[in-house]
């Protein structure tokens, strides 16, 4: 148990005089004292305090090399999930499934979503090609940074030509960084009938132009690591599906 003095009794020690002042550890019984040596025997109200309080190791402790194990695992290393695909695809429904998973096993993990960024980070680009692979290009910078410490980032952003994508590979092979590109490989047909942002009827009524897989390309990408089609299978398969192929190459 631990000690603790409540301000009733600090203000019932104002008249005292103190001499000193010390904080002691004892690891045996786990009790902490905090106090005051006074003249007088000074009137004390102490309350006890939970075990729980007494988080504080010994001097010269040492962390269980076990938990040192895991926890050193868990930094070792990072890696950026890409899911690349069609509007209304499914990838950001995905990407925070995949994020219960990974943070259900301790691992820290962050969501870059795409119109999130494009509001803070990329606001001052449009949509023309040069400026899609620059969004797409500042995005893997990010992720990449993250990644190199540590953190699981899951990108859920169309990146829709294969040039920009295999630039941020790169920059992740360069730095030794884990990368595993998604191709969430939903059919057009399937994605405009979702149409979750109202995308694909903006553009058929005429109100909308350059719309990924429409009236501007969309690159599939020739060999990806993971390749899903969630109208074959649930937003929770798919999910396992990635956190799957993350564990068997150590990753998750």
């Known amino acids: 148990m631990s000690w603790l003095l409540t301000d009733e ?7 005292a005089t103190l001499q000193t002042a010390r904080t002691t550890y004892t690891p045996g019984n786990r009790t902490a004292a905090v106090g005051a040596l006074f003249t007088d025997p000074p009137p004390w109200r102490q309350v006890r305090l939970p075990d729980a309080r ?15 194990r895991t926890r050193t695992a868990a930094l070792d290393h990072g890696v950026t999930v890409w ?18 998973l990974l943070r259900a096993k301790g691992r820290r993990v962050q ?17 023309s090609r040069a400026d899609r692979d620059a969004n797409v290009r500042r995005i893997g910078f990010v992720a990449a940074l993250l990644a190199s410490h540590g953190v699981i ?10 040039e920009a994508r295999e630039a941020v590979r790169m920059r992740h092979v360069a730095a030794g960084t884990p990368y595993v590109e998604v191709h969430v490989a939903t059919p057009v047909e399937v994605c405009s009938a979702r149409d979750v942002k109202g995308l694909y009827a903006r553009q058929a009524a005429g109100r909308l132009t350059g719309l990924t897989g429409i009236d501007d390309p ?4 020739d ?9 074959e299978r649930s937003v929770t398969a798919s999910a396992a599906a990635v956190h ?6 150590g990753l998750a």
């Not at 509007?87 to 219960?100: D, F, N, Q």
């Not at 969501?111 to 949509?127: H, K, P, Q, S």
């Not at 969309?218 to 990408?221: G, I, L």
Request: zero cysteines; aromatic letters at 4%; hydrophobic letters at 40%.
């Open 223 to 231: 060999a990806p690591e993971v390749r899903l089609d969630t109208s």
């Open 9 to 15: 009794g600090l203000r019932a020690d104002r008249a």
């Open 244 to 249: 799957a192929d993350l564990v068997e190459r």
């Open 54 to 68: 007494m988080t504080v190791p010994p001097l010269g402790a040492t962390m269980p090399d076990t938990e040192r």
């Open 218 to 221: 969309y690159e599939t990408p």
């Open 153 to 162: 980032v899951v990108v859920p952003v169309i990146a829709p030509y294969a």
């Open 111 to 127: 969501i870059l979503d795409g119109d999130e960024l494009r509001t803070y980070l990329t606001a001052d680009l449009g949509f």
């Open 83 to 100: 899911l690349t695909g069609l509007p209304s695809a499914g990838k950001t429904t995905i990407a925070h499934a995949l994020a219960e």
